[in-house]
């Protein structure tokens, strides 16, 4: 390529001529660019949109919770059933899924591998319009007359509901499940095809492991999703009777296959933040990561072992007890893979060099979320305290707690860490601090009181409640604004950065991966020269160079 | 098929002189494996896509055995058995395709390409006098399904109570007991079928449909190559996309020789 | 990258070439076995009750796929790690239908009962 003229290696300067943002200009260069990066970007912007879309409705849910009934929002049944349903589709489908593989994946892995592009440049162009075509059938699903099943599309309920918009979101979901499966197919062939030289699979830093065993669920689950609200919408306009049991279908099978799928993907959701954890401790502590195959081998794991365990979704609902038993039981052994990694992260903590930077923060944050997300999991597993837990909002917290505060927390880790490599400026430390720090109080006021209603038989989905919980209902409410007021300071720290901040170094925080020898932002084509990859996690040879701010490698 | 982004290729080893090389592939040979992990992977995505209805299938037939031992009967084996030869004759000439392209046979290569669409849409007419057999018949799914005879008879024979058939299938309204209803056939005749008899032919139509669904993707992917062939950009260097679309047929074949038995030969 | 060299004679560069005969072979098997397959479903002497004849139909299916993938898709003679991601992608389906299967069996018999007393 004729744009590879500048040197460009190991002694990268701080702020190159060329770089991805500056190489081509105008909308159509956006638009209809090849550059994973600029993918990444798009992704990022449209993904937050989501976010910010489906936050929307949360707040306005949690608004209208603060008195029974109708309360100062004079909202009725059927708009709380919709807008929570709107709440949970487009968060899951819009925002959870895509937002690290499509955001962060693709800025960051090809660089990482030492590759040039993705595999397959035009597919993951493809990938992203598929998302953006999804998303205009969820926002059409909204105003064709809305959607109030739940984002699960139980059936026989979505057969009969009179709410119109079921169709258009479930085509909505077909066409986002493709999104996701592309991005998936070509992370794989690009870390198996593409790998820089001296690139072994030991030598991968832990995000790929983990974008890798993400991949490989999205190719393997995601297409039984497809056919599944595929049969749900064939269901809805021809009545096939599949799931219908008035036809004498069958409606347990629904759950079978929309949990076949649904299961695993809520590894696709966890998976990329533990990815981005394992690389936060790693850097900001300043030491080598402890147990990186472990970490790396628990990623796969949890991969496979998340296809064995949806059935327990399926404890009341007509399942018989002979699966239950072997799902639960089976559900208690990803403990076991999540445990290793939290321990591995503690272990690298201990006696290092801990920075307290934001990713770190948001590191902090992500294993107390997890945690208490992942140990209230367990009580779910056991089947006797499930029948009792089951439907309640002790449930609504427990995937709160893993799905946003692993995707969240995790996306915001990321952000914080890779801002200065993809924007080239440094963002505000402190106000970064104080983002991290809302965000994490925020959400245990709002999820925390959700716990203990549930265990006193709050249940989920309720238009109205009992008057002995609204205090709990009052405190969850004002913990949503308190957290939704942290996103926002934390979205509006990194684009003020983007714009305003001090230009930042090739590697400020002393990265030893190689997107961090390649200058920031990085040049249209990542590296001028193919870089030889070493250990992720020797930071030995780095040392800081005040000059640039960053850190240079004297390798000798 | 989109993983087809990968394209084709020129052997020669100079670097970065190559147009059919992309930019961020080192080689031909690493642009050619990547297509080819690509459209594996794309078909193991399919597998599972199509296993969905395979579990369907499964389901109901180990659950309700007497519904698919009667309904089978109402299709056709002669056709289905046709269906599948002339699937497994597009299935020879893909391949040749294949093998023509790497050894530089043009001709043939667009030959193959042409009886491969032909062969498609042989598969699919056959697959249309079928269908609308199953409309006029009333052979559908859910409350559409409103059989005009018995299976083993044909339209003409209406009337009949259900006809003494191949041994083995006498005591299929024994296996469901209490279970069995009647249906208003036409109005002039009485159809007994095993309760939801139905949900054999929504699992026909959902599976035989989305097959059917990628044989015509099949043919939009041929009569594109078809017009990449005539322009002259396949050789024996460049043929990843040739390739990749014969393994993309072979697994529609694929998915119809399950069928075929699983629909059409039950006994 | 991962260059295992193909070490076969006909490689012609990029991947394996399938010879003449061997297209036509695989294409008469398949077509054999698919009279084979009809013979045995459809003829009084081969029936052999429902299950047995289901197991027959399943192996000469299994029979044609394996043929179909081992050469018309030059599994056999491409990278092994296609063949493994592929199998690989059978098993999940195995499990996905193997436990629908096993939990929908177990609660049939309600469902079964629950007809009945409808019915009576």
């Known amino acids: 390529m004729s744009s590879l003229d500048t040197t460009m290696g190991h002694s990268a300067p701080s702020h190159a001529e060329d770089n991805y943002l500056t190489h081509a200009h105008g909308i159509k260069s956006w638009l209809l660019t090849l550059d994973h990066k600029r993918i990444g970007v798009m992704y990022l912007c449209s993904t937050v949109g989501a976010l910010m879309l489906g936050g929307v409705f949360a707040l306005l849910l949690r608004t209208k919770l603060l008195t029974p009934g109708p309360g100062i929002l004079d909202m009725s049944h059927d708009t709380y059933n919709r807008m929570f349903t709107l709440h949970g589709a487009i968060m899951v489908f819009l925002f959870i899924i895509p937002a690290i593989p499509g955001a962060l994946g693709n800025f960051v892995l090809p660089i990482m591998l030492g590759a040039k592009d993705v595999a397959f440049p035009k597919l993951n162009l493809a990938s992203y319009y598929l998302w953006v075509f999804g998303a205009v059938f969820f926002v059409t699903a909204m105003v064709a007359g809305s959607i109030d099943t739940g984002w699960t599309f139980y059936t026989p309920y979505s057969v009969t509901t009179p709410a119109n918009g079921v169709i258009w979101a479930t085509m909505g979901v077909f066409i986002l499940g493709f999104s996701s499966i592309f991005t998936g197919l070509n992370f794989i062939v690009t870390i198996h095809k593409l790998r820089a030289e001296g690139m072994t699979w030991f030598r991968m830093p832990l995000f790929l492991w983990a974008i890798y065993s993400t991949s490989v669920i999205q190719v393997l689950a995601t297409p039984v999703l497809a056919i599944t609200v595929l049969l749900l919408t064939v269901e809805r306009t021809l009545h096939v009777g599949i799931f219908d049991p008035s036809l004498g279908g069958d409606p347990v099978l629904f759950q079978h296959f929309f949990w076949f799928y649904s299961h695993p993907a809520v590894y696709i959701m966890i998976l990329p933040g533990f990815g981005i954890i394992s690389e936060i401790v790693g850097v900001h502590s300043r030491k080598h990561v402890f147990g990186y195959r472990f970490i790396a081998f628990s990623s796969l794991a949890i991969a496979l072992l998340g296809f064995l365990v949806w059935g327990h979704h399926l404890f009341t609902s007509g399942q018989s007890a002979l699966a239950s038993v072997i799902f639960s039981a089976i559900t208690f052994t990803i403990a076991i893979p999540s445990a290793i990694k939290i321990f591995n992260w503690l272990a690298t903590m201990y006696k290092s060099s801990l920075q307290l930077t934001t990713p770190m923060w948001y590191a902090f944050g992500f294993i107390v979320l997890f945690v208490i997300g992942g140990l209230t999991g367990l009580f779910l597993a056991a089947m006797a305290v499930d029948i009792h837990l089951h439907d309640t909002y002790f449930v609504v917290a427990h995937f709160h707690y893993v799905m946003v505060g692993g995707t969240l927390l995790a996306l915001f880790g990321g952000l914080y860490h890779w801002w200065p490599k993809m924007f080239g400026r440094m963002y505000n430390e402190m106000w970064g601090k104080v983002g991290a720090v809302l965000v994490t109080i925020g959400f245990n006021v709002t999820f925390f009181p959700q716990f203990?209603?549930?265990?006193?038989?709050?249940?989920?989905?309720?238009?109205?409640?009992?008057?002995?919980?609204?205090?709990?209902?009052?405190?969850?409410?004002?913990?949503?604004?308190?957290?939704?007021?942290?996103?926002?300071?934390?979205?509006?720290?990194?684009?003020?950065?983007?714009?305003?901040?001090?230009?930042?170094?090739?590697?400020?925080?002393?990265?030893?991966?190689?997107?961090?020898?390649?200058?920031?932002?990085?040049?249209?084509?990542?590296?001028?020269?193919?870089?030889?990859?070493?250990?992720?996690y020797d930071f030995a040879h780095l040392s800081y160079d005040e000059k640039t701010d960053g850190y240079v490698a004297r390798r000798s | 098929m989109s993983t087809a982004a990968a394209h084709n290729h020129h052997g020669e080893e100079g670097h970065g002189h190559d147009p059919h090389l992309a930019h961020h592939f080192d080689s031909p040979q690493q642009q050619f494996d990547s297509g080819k992990l690509g459209i594996w992977l794309f078909l193991i995505q399919e597998v599972l896509f199509f296993s969905g209805l395979f579990c369907a299938y499964a389901v109901y037939r180990a659950n309700h055995p007497e519904i698919f031992e009667f309904a089978h009967r109402y299709l056709d084996v002669t056709l289905g058995a046709v269906n599948t030869a002339v699937l497994i004759c597009s299935s020879l000439t893909a391949a040749w395709s294949v093998r023509a392209a790497q050894l530089g046979q043009r001709k043939l290569m667009i030959g193959c390409i042409v009886v491969t669409i032909a062969c498609a849409f042989g598969f699919l007419g056959i697959k249309y006098v079928e269908y609308a057999h199953k409309f006029h018949d009333g052979l559908l799914w859910g409350e559409k399904f409103n059989p005009k005879y018995a299976p083993g008879g044909h339209g003409e024979e209406a009337g009949h109570s259900p006809t003494a058939d191949a041994e083995g299938h006498s005591g299929q309204h024994a296996t469901a007991p209490g279970a069995t209803i009647t249906q208003e056939a036409a109005g002039e005749a009485k159809v007994t079928t095993p309760r939801n008899t139905s949900i054999f032919f929504s699992i026909y139509f959902a599976m035989t449909g989305l097959h059917g669904l990628h044989v015509i993707a099949g043919i939009i992917v041929y009569v594109w190559l078809l017009w990449r062939a005539l322009k002259g950009e396949f050789g024996p260097k460049q043929y990843a996309a040739i390739d990749f679309a014969a393994l993309y047929w072979h697994l529609v074949d694929l998915v119809w020789i399950y069928l075929f038995p699983l629909l059409y030969l039950i006994r | 990258m991962s260059t295992t060299t193909h070490g076969h004679a006909q490689d012609h560069g990029l991947s394996h070439v399938m010879?003449?005969?061997?297209?036509?072979?695989?294409?008469?098997?398949?077509?054999?076995?698919?009279?084979?397959?009809?013979?045995?479903?459809?003829?009084p002497m081969f029936n052999f009750g429902a299950y047995a004849n289901l197991v027959i139909a399943m192996v000469i299916a299994t029979v044609k796929a394996s043929l179909v993938c081992l050469f018309f898709m030059h599994l056999l003679y491409d990278?092994?790690?296609?063949?493994?991601?592929?199998?690989?992608?059978?098993?999940?389906?195995?499990?996905?239908?193997?436990?629908?299967?096993?939990?929908?069996?177990?609660?049939?018999?309600?469902?079964?009962?629950?007809?009945?007393?409808?019915?009576?």
């Open chain 3, 79 to 120: 990278r092994k790690f296609n063949l493994l991601i592929f199998m690989g992608s059978l098993l999940f389906v195995l499990l996905f239908v193997s436990f629908s299967m096993m939990d929908t069996a177990q609660y049939q018999p309600a469902i079964q009962s629950r007809v009945e007393a409808q019915a009576q």
């Open chain 1, 452 to 536: 203990v209603m549930g265990t006193r038989g709050m249940p989920r989905r309720y238009f109205t409640y009992l008057p002995e919980f609204q205090a709990f209902h009052i405190a969850s409410t004002l913990g949503a604004y308190l957290l939704g007021f942290g996103i926002v300071l934390a979205f509006a720290n990194l684009a003020i950065g983007a714009f305003r901040g001090r230009k930042a170094s090739a590697n400020p925080w002393g990265g030893a991966t190689l997107e961090w020898e390649c200058s920031s932002p990085p040049p249209h084509d990542n590296f001028a020269v193919t870089p030889t990859a070493h250990d992720p």
């Open chain 3, 19 to 43: 010879s003449a005969k061997m297209l036509l072979g695989v294409w008469g098997a398949l077509i054999v076995l698919t009279v084979v397959t009809v013979i045995t479903a459809t003829q």
